[in-house]
């Protein structure tokens, strides 16, 4: 039995099996036949080759449909990043993570607003047996069939949580999670999840989900763009663009470091307000941990305006993965006990 955690975002799906990480957009497209499949350079491949066949159709995903798909989807709609998206990110992710034959335990979550709301329906595109084809790079079909017995949603930001509280045998590592007062703030790519756990208890006062995703600040600095080059820049295009600090449009170098600093310092400011505000009762928080791969780049902007003991990850620290590392071991937390007990004595 294998235990995965999978975050579907709407910036990027996150996946994990205690072993390897994942990383991808979450964007899908039509796989097209690729005509020259060699690198045209030696250096080493990229092992962003996803490209499988479910349904009776094939596609591409993530980075590899940004490059090759004539038609792509990607979206800042809830119901249709369940509906439409979260098989096709949750069958792909499985596909590299999931050795073949082998029945698999899922941990994923939703953002706190819709988590009521989606929880069944999410359990319900996860649970099964699916018949899927995947593809190597060099074009190679290979049939399987994805085991899914079980899956557990819970609120996404309590993967940050489980993720500082358990250590790598889902044992319980940092006692401050279980018995003080923890905010969360996880900033993702559309969404903003506040969220307490008061002794590992959910406060339902506490937590919300609002729209104040790094999305937000990417809308200005795209609409900036637009004013000066008249191109239309994809949201999902920005991302090493905003972190390198400049962008080439049409052979013209744009300098993206003023209107960065303005569009993160206004975004941090409406999040450090909205956490206040949200958070005016419970004035007895122990800590407010900042997450999310937002949370990393908004760090520096965030971290002076809000009022507590605040830990936020260091610069270079891949802050996108600390959910799914929290589902993993939160899945081997539930379940690794029961299946080694059920695992015949030798
Ligand atoms: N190495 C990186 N590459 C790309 N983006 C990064 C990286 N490190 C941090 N980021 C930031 O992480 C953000 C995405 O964070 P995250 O993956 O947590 O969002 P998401 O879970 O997809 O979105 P949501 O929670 O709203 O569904 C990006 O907008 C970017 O600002
Ligand atoms: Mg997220």
Known sequence: MQIVGIDIGFGFTKACNGREFMVFKSIFGEASEIQYREQLTTAPATDDYLHIETDGKAYFVGELAERQSNVRSFTLDQDQLIGTFAKTMALAALSRLVDRGEPVRVVSGLPISYYRRHRDTLNGILVGKHAIARFD???????????????????????????????????????????????????????????????????????????????????????????????????????????????????????????????????????????????????????????????????????PLLQGEVV???????????????????????????????????
């Open 312 to 346: 936020a990850a260091e610069t270079g620290v891949d802050t996108r993965l600390a959910n799914v590392r929290g589902y993993w071991k939160y899945g081997m937390h539930l379940w690794s006990r029961e299946t080694r007990a059920a695992a015949p004595r030798s």
């Open 137 to 303: 790079a060099a074009g190679k079909r290979e049939e399987m069939t994805l085991n899914v017995t079980h899956a557990r949603i819970i609120p996404q930001p309590f993967g940050s949580l489980f993720d500082g509280m358990l250590g790598n045998s889902a044992e319980v590592a940092d006692k401050r999670f279980v018995q003080e007062k923890i905010g969360i703030v996880d900033v993702g790519f559309r969404t903003c999840d506040y969220s307490i756990a008061d002794r590992t208890r959910y406060s339902e006062r506490g937590s919300r989900t609002t729209d104040n995703g790094i999305s937000r600040a990417f809308t200005l600095i795209a609409a900036h763009l637009r004013d000066v080059t008249g191109v239309n820049v994809e949201l999902y295009r920005l991302y090493d663009a905003v972190a390198r600090g400049s962008i080439k449009i049409r052979g013209r170098n744009i300098d993206l470091k003023p209107i960065k600093e303005q569009a993160f310092g206004k975004l941090a400011a409406s999040i450090a307000s909205e956490a206040e505000r949200l958070w005016a009762d419970d004035w007895d928080i122990d800590l407010i941990v900042v997450t999310g791969g937002g949370g990393s780049v908004l760090a520096p902007y965030l971290k």
